[in-house]
């Protein structure tokens, strides 16, 4: 694992194409998710390929941190790179809570984060595309 940059942008944007389709961010807010200053993002590598990425921002004054994005390929998924992305990403936001959003139907990223501690929160309705409602789910992090 290690810190992201611009350099990244091809093989980020190829992956977050694969993991969430419809959903996928446009390049530009990839390309600004790997440069703004004020983010935090991480890729996990296999060799000399990108398998997972997270990007995280601060809110409210740095009171409350935000998982932006996470994403592992789905060949290597369940085999604890998502779990590693989450708790890098916790620790470079330094925050008291972070918080997130799935798709509703979404059980297997809704495992992980409950198994690390997240709660449901919210529920945003219709939140996605093609209507289906998103999860905000929070974590306390103990400093």
């Not at 959903?23 to 997972?52: C, K, M, N, S």
């Not at 592992?72 to 959003?101: D, M, N, Q, W, Y």
Request: net charge positive.
């Amino acid at each position: 694992m290690r810190a992201a940059s611009w350099r990244d942008l091809r093989s980020v944007l190829r992956l977050e194409r694969v993991c969430f389709r419809e959903d996928a961010w446009p390049w530009i807010d990839v390309l600004a998710a790997l440069t703004f200053p004020e983010t935090v993002r991480y890729v996990a590598q296999v060799g000399e390929h990108i398998v997972g990425f997270v990007v995280g921002d601060r809110r409210e004054r740095g009171r409350v941190g935000w998982v932006a994005t996470i994403g592992v390929h789905p060949e290597f998924r369940r085999s604890g790179i998502g779990t590693s992305l989450l708790k890098k990403c916790e620790t470079g936001l330094a925050t008291p809570r972070v918080r997130l959003s799935l798709r509703e139907s979404n059980s297997s990223a809704l495992q992980l984060y409950q198994r690390q501690g997240y709660v449901q929160i919210d529920t945003w309705p219709r939140y996605y595309r093609d209507g289906e409602d998103g999860l905000v789910m929070e974590k306390n992090i103990t400093v």
